[in-house]
């Protein structure tokens, strides 16, 4: 039942995707482009469909291989996108300037980049790792860059100033999932995976908080 | 020796007192020795039994005698130890001896004696249970002690009170069944230790002397053992829950106290942050429970939560519970539900329902998403229905149950995780019932109103009798074949057979285009000038008569009262507006105008002229996808188009008098020159037809509208100096130079004017014999062979082909098979 609701969702999203390609043009209108609240729109839809699916995944992970191991105690505070300072309540997230978090969005989506490339790959080799765990993991890295594209968009189109500097974190966390033990070598992916559902979560949260402000003014 | 005369004398006696007994009063019965005991081993008491009275009153005597004596001897003491025993004090009391000892029981009658008993004392020694047993806790370092203390069974005689007890004690907590026994020895106080705290004990003591038996337990004592002066145990948290994702609160359970003061202590540490904070709010959520306002909330960080309990003896550190916020967020239940009932337009009802999200909830910053879920059900139903209706904050529920009352509850759920609120409290909707009860009343008056009509049918039917059933039920005509060719039939070559008896092939040959003019009258006078001819027109003729009549060529879509009916022939047959359009532009000018127009529209398939075109370009827009297939259908029967174009077909008034559904056909067949559904229409006319007229547009040059073929058989008569010359077509029988001009039958002439109708058409009828092309192929065999056909069977002829009419003129073109009209062109 879950598979399907998935599937359906991103048979959804990739319809919506097909549709981008050809953006219907209103009338006479010279520069045929989507509006921001079809932009923020598609955005949270993505942003919730990847975080849909880090839950899976962590889900999936934490029952085959997690279970009674501890890793929740050891997994705090190692988080590599950890040093990017995001708000932490709704408070933080409405008074920072939403140029600013747009930046900290595309910040965190760009530190991704790498480590779910690798995780794609690397979780090719865990024990037994169901087909439900290994398309996740593609299906997330696939979909992350379709959001950075679709969030350099926005940012493109709300930023008033010059583009900050790409920020982002590296990640070296590539070693942790090779590692031979294989108790270490499971937490590194539980650990990745904490964060990636972690972060996927900010993202959708403060691109529906932006998409409320910046589209309904804060009246959703 | 003593024992033996004993039993000899009781022997004697009973024999005695059995016959005294038959009075009804006996001597007693016998009585039996209990028991006898010795409380201290100085003194002894026994008990008996007495048996039956006999009737009378009784004395007991108890005797005993020593095992070192002959002599006997009688009670000392039938007091003390109460009735039925006698006490044995000191002096009587010799632990050296055995005593042999008998009760007898003496009335007026007789007396009996008891079995004798023989005592030692040292064996029946038993003690009463020790008394006043008190009980004492006392705890020392840790460990809690119980303290018993009791006295000896108290005895008649002080004197005794040398006497040494063992003691044995017994101890179970109060609720449990097994009990721990102690043997306490020689002294009356007992110390039992490391008992379980905050338990009540129950305790009991015996007593026993150096030999005999054990004494009864003593009476229950219980005591609580104090809860002990320990640290307390861990506590345990239960749950955190935020209720708005902005505070959240975690509930602890305490530990065991032990009886002592015991405080709670939160502390919690943040991902990221080495110190350890204490909970900032324990009152604001009630007992054990720590508040976190939105100042100390945060998300996407994990809480590592402790909760310490501590009393003066020490304390003790609940396991560590970590907490993400972002993952325990649980909504508080909807609010403002309601339930509205609404009617559609089919005045089925059905229920909104409408509700706001939990007033904590913030979901207009976007902060928190709330998706929801409502249940429902009959009240007296056992499940509930659940539909998830997402973000929304209303619901539809259609097809539900009337006349039931349901049962609805809302819960709600942030988006991605955490936990679903609790149900919205029940709320009631009755859906009424009395929409049905009206379609009852229908329904009833309907068949009430039907079973009379059949009543009067019925009665009708009795009352009118034979007539009534020849009527329905015609006699059917025997079939008679006549002029076949015979030499054809004994050269028996089937095709040549078969193509004088009708056209089989197709696309059709030339004969049979010319088969379908049987009677023709070309004119090219004014069309409405046709209609008025026909004596009984039916209404819906009339209908499209008019259109045609007022020469705007508005008779289309435009007139709001025709429209539902053109609407309905024009994507059937689209063709049947253009032509009467048309036709009126022929009246108006008849100039070749309306050519250019016909193929025009025809292009476009839009069955309008210019002047209909915005209500037809509607109706177009309407016309279903089998147009297309329609148009395809007009390819394949081109060439009955060209004789169709020129044909006017009109039915005979005397035969159109006998069908009324024919008529309907006459202006559309009339007209029609390339919709098939119109051939067929026509095709059946035609063959009912005693009289054929063809119109012609003699300025019309265009050479498919006069099939050359056709000319052959037509006389042309200058009937008016009209600018639009009438023609007549005097042409013999179809098939009159043809092949199957062999056939002699059929070779007819039309010269018999039946009518004049108005001033411009000339009805033709052939000389009492009609040409009669029944629909289905044989007949057609049958009867181009024979044209003498009797009335009866051309009446049969149009009852088959009516309902064929009719179907055509409401179905479209969907389903017209080529095959079903090809014989009429015969």
Redesign the interface.
């Known amino acids: 039942g879950l598979l399907l609701v998935t599937l359906l969702v991103s048979h959804m999203l990739l319809t919506k995707e097909g549709v981008t390609s050809m953006p219907i043009c209103p009338n006479g209108s010279v520069n045929c482009q989507l509006t921001l609240e079809e932009l923020f729109d598609r955005a949270v839809k993505l942003a919730t469909y990847i975080h849909f699916l880090s839950s899976e995944i962590f889900n999936e992970f934490e029952e085959r291989y997690a279970q009674g191991r501890g890793f929740i105690a050891k997994a705090v505070n190692s988080c590599h996108t950890a040093s990017l300072t995001t708000p932490e309540d709704k408070e933080q997230a409405q008074q920072i300037h939403h140029e600013d978090l747009l930046n900290l969005i595309l910040g965190v989506l760009r530190s991704w980049n790498d480590p779910l490339v690798h995780l794609a790959s690397e979780v090719q080799r865990i024990k037994e790792a169901p087909e439900t765990i290994l398309w996740k993991a593609v299906e997330i890295e696939e979909q992350n860059k379709r959001l950075l594209e679709g969030m350099e968009k926005i940012v493109g189109r709300v930023q008033s100033g010059e583009v900050e500097n790409e920020i982002y974190t590296p990640w070296d966390g590539l070693p942790s999932l090779q590692l031979a033990d294989e108790d270490s070598r499971l937490f590194a992916f539980y650990n990745l995976l904490h964060c990636l559902r972690r972060d996927s979560h900010k993202i959708d949260n403060y691109l529906k908080v932006l998409k409320c402000r910046l589209i309904h003014d804060n009246n959703c | 020796m003593k024992q033996r005369f004993i039993s000899s004398a009781q022997i004697i006696l009973q024999l005695a007192l059995t016959t005294v007994g038959l009075t009804g009063q006996t001597y007693p019965g016998k009585p039996k020795i209990i028991r006898c005991r010795s409380l201290e081993k100085e003194t002894f008491s026994c008990w008996w039994k007495p048996g039956s009275d006999g009737g009378l009153p009784n004395n007991y005597t108890l005797f005993y005698s020593k095992d070192s004596e002959e002599k006997i001897y009688e009670c000392p003491d039938y007091l003390t130890s109460g009735p039925n025993s006698c006490y044995f004090d000191k002096n009587h009391t010799n632990p050296w001896t055995t005593y042999i000892i008998t009760v007898m029981a003496t009335n007026e009658i007789g007396s009996n004696s008891s079995d004798p008993q023989h005592v030692d004392i040292t064996s029946i020694v038993q003690p009463d249970a020790p008394v006043n047993l008190s009980l004492e806790t006392n705890t020392s370092a840790n460990m809690s002690y119980l303290w018993a203390k009791w006295s000896p069974p108290p005895l008649a005689d002080a004197s005794s009170n040398l006497l040494v007890y063992h003691y044995e004690l017994r101890l179970k907590p109060e609720e449990k069944e097994e009990w721990e026994t102690v043997s306490v020895g020689m002294q009356t106080h007992y110390e039992v230790s490391s008992r379980q705290a905050g338990v009540k004990y129950v305790v009991q003591v015996r007593c026993m002397l150096d030999l005999g038996e054990w004494s009864e337990w003593s009476s229950e004592r219980s005591i609580q053992i104090p809860k002990e002066r320990l640290p307390p145990e861990k506590p345990t948290i239960i749950k955190c829950r935020s209720p708005e994702?902005?505070t959240f609160t975690c509930w602890w359970k305490p530990a065991t106290d032990g009886g002592l003061l015991t405080n709670h202590t939160l502390l919690y540490s943040k991902?990221?942050e080495e110190k350890v904070y204490e909970c900032p709010d324990y009152k604001t959520a009630g007992p054990n429970s720590c508040y976190f306002d939105?100042k100390h909330?945060?998300?996407?960080?994990?809480y590592?939560i402790t909760v310490r309990a501590t009393n003066e003896m020490g304390s003790n550190v609940s396991d560590?519970h970590?907490v993400?916020v972002?993952y325990i967020v649980q909504p508080d239940p909807p609010v403002n539900i309601t339930l509205e009932l609404k009617k559609s337009i089919k005045r089925k009802p059905y229920l909104v329902l409408t509700w706001s999200p939990p007033p904590l909830a913030?979901?207009?910053?976007?902060?928190l998403?709330l998706e929801y879920e409502l249940r429902l059900k009959p009240e007296e139903g056992e499940e509930w229905e659940t539909i998830f209706v997402g973000q929304q904050t209303q619901c539809k529920m259609f097809s539900l149950n009337p006349g039931k009352r349901y049962i609805v509850q809302i819960h709600c759920k942030p988006?991605?995780?955490g936990l679903w609120s609790e149900w919205s409290p029940e709320m009631y909707i009755e859906i009424p019932t009395d929409f049905r009860v009206k379609d009852m009343v229908v329904w009833i008056i309907v068949g009430v109103l039907s079973s009379l009509i059949c009543l009067i049918m019925s009665w009708i039917m009795i009352m009118k009798g034979y007539r009534m059933m020849a009527f329905i039920l015609p006699p059917v005509p025997g079939p008679k074949i006549k002029g076949i060719d015979t030499h054809l039939l004994e050269t028996g070559k089937s095709e040549e057979l078969l193509s004088a008896l009708g056209c089989h092939g197709f696309p059709p040959t030339s004969d049979c285009e010319e088969l379908l003019i049987e009677y023709l009258e070309v004119e090219d006078s004014e069309d409405q000038q046709l209609m008025p001819s026909h004596e009984t027109p039916s209404k819906n003729t009339k209908i499209i008569l008019k259109e045609t009549d007022s020469d705007s060529g508005r008779g289309s879509c435009d007139s709001p009262s025709l429209l539902p009916v053109k609407c309905r022939e024009s994507r059937g047959l689209p063709s049947t507006l253009q032509t009467q359009d048309v036709r009126a532009k022929e009246k108006k000018g008849g100039k070749g105008s309306w050519e250019t127009q016909c193929t025009a529209s025809e292009q476009k398939m839009l069955p309008c002229n210019s002047e209909s075109l915005k209500s037809c370009t509607w109706l177009a827009a309407q016309l279903p996808g089998n147009q297309a297939a329609m148009f395809a259908y007009h390819s394949t029967v081109e060439a009955f188009r060209i004789t169709l174009n020129t044909t006017n077909v009109n039915t005979s008034p005397v035969l159109v008098g006998n069908e009324e559904n024919r008529q309907s056909l006459y202006p559309i067949a009339e007209t029609v020159y390339d919709d098939l559904e119109k051939m067929s229409e026509m095709e059946y006319s035609k063959t009912d037809q005693t009289t054929v007229q063809v119109r012609q547009n003699q300025q019309n040059d265009k050479s498919p509208f006069l099939n050359p073929k056709l000319m052959d058989y037509v006389e042309v008569h200058k009937v008016r100096q009209d600018e639009e010359p009438t023609l007549l077509l005097k042409h013999k029988e179809n098939s009159g130079k043809t092949k199957k001009s062999t056939v002699p039958g059929t070779s007819k002439e039309y010269t018999k004017v039946s009518t004049v109708v108005d001033h411009h058409i000339l009805v033709l009828l052939p000389d009492q014999r009609t040409q009669n092309t029944p629909v289905s192929q044989e007949p057609v065999a049958e009867t181009s062979q024979n044209p003498q056909d009797s009335q009866p069977e051309k009446s049969t002829g149009y009852s088959t082909t009516a309902p064929s009419d009719s179907r055509g003129d409401t179905g479209g073109s969907d389903y017209m098979d080529p095959s079903s009209f090809m014989p009429s062109f015969k």
């Open positions: 994702k902005e991902e990221g939105k909330t945060s998300f996407w960080t994990i590592n560590p970590y993400d972002t913030d979901v207009r910053s976007g902060w998403t988006d991605h995780h």
